[in-house]
């Protein structure tokens, strides 16, 4: 069935450092993926998206990887911070509905 | 701030009652989806409005309802409240050009409910 899944469920990194967290996708006709972040008490927050015609993407700090070969996804926080701490979920957005995985605990220590 | 709202952003319901959470959709946007989400877990798509219509359905029981309104803000009712329905739910809104296409999706806060 279609499953987005993460390989690591708590990131733990220095600040400063860069960050990379990794997902998994089955369903090799999903089109368009997005990741999330999302802090304590609140809801999910965009952080950027792709489209399977793509294999990269970037934004401000944040590059998000596609590999359709193996079905993983990618999301690179470049010089991390302290308000990078939070659950980062990557979905899977077939036309009606989004598919989420579990989420990775991104942590950040001084 | 992505322009979805939700309310409440808290309430407390009684086993067996009903709720009615209310979204209001960002400026432009035609597109409403509900997932409820609960305690460390990734949001369940519960199901999506679009023009007024339901337009997908996950993996809920008929108690779980809801309504789009001609402005595309939107309601998700819950009839015979379980405790295993206390969760974050959560509202998504988008634009969709053709019913085939996904894209860009904005959260509300959400609406934590807990039933006692």
């Known amino acids: 069935g279609e499953n987005v899944g993460l390989h690591l469920p708590t990131l733990s990194v220095q600040e400063g450092d860069n960050s990379i967290i990794n997902c998994a996708y089955s369903?090799?006709?999903?089109?368009?993926f997005i990741w999330y972040k999302q802090e304590s008490g609140k809801g999910p927050q965009f952080i950027i998206d792709?489209?399977?015609?793509?294999d990269k993407r970037q934004g401000q700090r944040v590059t998000v990887l596609l590999n359709k070969t193996v079905k993983h996804l990618s999301l690179q926080i470049a010089a991390t911070q302290p308000g990078d701490s939070a659950v980062y979920f990557c979905a899977e957005n077939s036309p009606d509905k989004l598919i989420f995985g579990t989420g990775t605990r991104l942590q950040v220590f001084p | 701030e992505t322009g979805v709202t939700q309310s409440p952003t808290h309430l407390i319901k009684t086993r067996g009652q009903q709720v009615t959470l209310r979204c209001s959709s960002q400026?432009?946007?035609?597109?409403v989806s509900w997932y409820q989400q609960a305690l460390g877990q990734g949001p369940q798509f519960i199901f999506q409005y679009y023009r007024e219509e339901e337009n997908g359905r996950g993996n809920f029981p008929p108690r779980f309802s809801g309504l789009q309104f001609p402005n595309y803000s939107s309601e998700l009712n819950v009839n015979a409240l379980e405790l295993d329905d206390s969760a974050l739910y959560l509202c998504?809104?988008?634009?969709?050009?053709?019913?085939?296409?996904?894209?860009?999706?904005?959260f509300g806060e959400g609406s934590w409910l807990t039933v006692v």
């Open positions: 998504a809104s988008s634009f969709r050009d053709r019913p085939d296409r996904g894209n860009t999706i904005y």
């Open positions: 792709i489209r399977s015609n793509m």
């Open positions: 400026s432009g946007h035609n597109t």
């Open positions: 369903n090799s006709a999903s089109d368009y």
